[in-house]
C-alpha cells in the first residue's frame, strides 16, 4: 500500500470494506438515526440529468418474515418438487440481517441521459450504502438472487413497470472474523492508454 493511505480512515475502510456473508450477520441493527445517514449518503451520487432514477424501500423487523413468506410462496409455486430446507431458505434470507433495503432502479425516458446511465445510478447508491453503512461500523451485502427479477415480487414492493431491483443490500454488525477474497491485481485490470 502506498504511504498516502496510512492514517487516512476513510481510504482505509474503502481499501479493506469486505462483504459478510449472510449467516455471518450477529446482533442489533442500524437505528433510525443511522439508516437515515446511510439513506441521505446512498442518494447522493451522481446523477445525470438529475433525474433521481433510484429509491429505496427499506424492510427491516416484521417487514423481513412478510416478504420472506411472499417470496417463499413465489418459490413454492415454481418449484413444486423442492425440499423442506429449499423451502425454508427462500423464506429466510430476507431474515439474517436486521434490515434489508431493496434498491429499485426506475429509470426514465430522457432525451439525452439513456436508461444505461440511470441504471448505473442506481448501481451507485447500493455502492454509496454499502460503504456508509461500514462507515457506520455495520457490515453490508449486495446481493440480487432469483427474486431480485421476479415480477411478482417486484410488484410487492410497490415497483411500476419499467423499474427493476438494482439488488438488496443487507446491514447488520458482522464483527466475527470474516475471510476476504482473493481481488484482482491493478496490472490485471488497469490499463493504461
Ligand atoms: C449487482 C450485484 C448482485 C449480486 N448478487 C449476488 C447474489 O445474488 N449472490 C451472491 O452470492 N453474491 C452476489 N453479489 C456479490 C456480493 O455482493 C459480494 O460483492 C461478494 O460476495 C463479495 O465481494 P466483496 O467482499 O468485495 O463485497 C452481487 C454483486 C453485485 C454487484
Known sequence: MTDHAADNPALEL????????????????????????????AARVPDHGRLTPWRFVVIA????????????RCFDA???????????????RLCFAPVVVAVVSCPV????????????SAGAACMNLIHAANALGYAAVWLTEWYAFDD????????????????????GRADGPREDRERPGLSDVVRWY
Open 14 to 41: 474503502l481499501r479493506t470494506r469486505r462483504s459478510p456473508k449472510l449467516r455471518d450477520f450477529d446482533g442489533p441493527g442500524p437505528g433510525e438515526t443511522e439508516l437515515e445517514t446511510m439513506l441521505t449518503i
Open 61 to 72: 423487523g416484521e417487514g423481513r418474515e412478510r416478504l420472506g413468506e411472499f417470496i417463499g
Open 78 to 92: 415454481d418449484n413444486p418438487e423442492a425440499i423442506e430446507d429449499q423451502k425454508l431458505m427462500a423464506r429466510r
Open 109 to 120: 425516458e430522457h432525451p439525452k441521459v439513456p436508461a444505461w446511465e440511470q441504471e448505473l
Open 152 to 171: 411478482r415480487v417486484l410488484e410487492e414492493l410497490g415497483c411500476e413497470p419499467g423499474q427493476r431491483l438494482a439488488g438488496f443490500v443487507h446491514i
